[in-house]
């Protein structure tokens, strides 16, 4: 999990340097940036470490030429739309959005700053980019999408006696729905019954 954390905060960096029109070694007089959390999980506190991170390898220096905005919204939507309108209000250079509900949130809230979406499994699905191979508009990121198929095709080469596989997500998560779905057609194809 950490070398995924530390990719998606490296990646996260090069595209801030790329946004800013920088060289590396050349950080920016200052930078102000927010980054907005669903919820406090182990996984999540991961990316936002990550981002911290990054930025500090890359020269930018909190207190120094760097402002982080952090906000957590506990899982509280109502929260988090509040949240969402305060941070643009700010007009961040850069905010990093974590999980889709913060990502769909801050899309609803601005059109101009950059977003940088981390912990979001299809954002496709969630409508937040109309393809993974380009950006739209002022949201940009990566995708957390496990590799479905190689993960059913290696099960399946254990030889186990399974004939039904159960499926757990949240029905009210766009990226769950997409993730069961791809799953489902993966499973089913390989001989698998899917509940």
Same mark, same amino acid.
């Given at each position: 999990?950490?070398?995924?954390?530390?990719?998606?905060?490296?990646?996260?960096?090069?595209?801030?340097?790329?946004?800013?029109?920088?060289?590396?070694?050349?950080?920016?007089?200052?930078?102000? *940036?927010?980054? *907005?959390?669903?919820?406090?999980?182990?996984? $999540?506190?991961?990316?936002?470490?990550?981002?911290?991170?990054?930025?500090?390898?890359?020269?930018?220096?909190?207190?120094?030429?760097?402002? +982080?905005?952090?906000?957590?919204?506990?899982?509280?939507?109502?929260?988090?739309?509040?949240?969402?309108?305060?941070?643009?209000?700010?007009?961040?250079?850069?905010?990093?959005?974590?999980?889709?509900?913060?990502?769909?949130?801050?899309?609803?809230?601005?059109?101009?700053?950059?977003? @940088?979406?981390?912990?979001?499994?299809?954002? @496709?699905?969630?409508?937040?980019?109309?393809?993974?191979?380009?950006?739209?508009?002022?949201?940009?990121?990566?995708?957390?999408?496990?590799? $479905?198929?190689?993960?059913?095709?290696?099960?399946?080469?254990?030889?186990?006696?399974?004939?039904?596989?159960?499926?757990?997500?949240?029905?009210?998560?766009?990226?769950?729905?997409?993730?069961?779905?791809?799953?489902?057609? +993966?499973?089913?194809? $390989?001989?698998?019954?899917?509940?």
């Amino acid at each position: 999990m950490k070398k995924v954390v530390k990719f998606v905060a490296l990646f996260f960096a090069l595209i801030l340097i790329a946004g800013q029109g920088l060289v590396a070694h050349a950080a920016p007089a200052k930078l102000k *940036v927010a980054i *907005v959390q669903l919820v406090t999980h182990p996984s $999540l506190d991961e990316i936002t470490s990550g981002i911290k991170e990054s930025l500090a390898s890359h020269g930018y220096k909190e207190g120094d030429n760097l402002e +982080i905005d952090f906000q957590n919204a506990e899982g509280d939507m109502n929260l988090l739309h509040n949240i969402s309108e305060e941070v643009v209000a700010k007009e961040p250079d850069l905010i990093f959005a974590i999980t889709t509900p913060v990502a769909q949130s801050l899309q609803q809230a601005t059109n101009k700053i950059p977003i @940088v979406l981390a912990g979001i499994t299809d954002p @496709v699905s969630a409508k937040l980019v109309t393809a993974l191979d380009k950006t739209d508009g002022n949201i940009t990121g990566v995708s957390d999408f496990a590799p $479905l198929e190689d993960l059913f095709k290696q099960f399946k080469s254990l030889d186990l006696d399974v004939k039904t596989i159960g499926m757990m997500y949240t029905t009210s998560e766009d990226n769950a729905k997409a993730e069961v779905e791809k799953a489902k057609a +993966i499973a089913e194809k $390989l001989g698998y019954k899917v509940e």
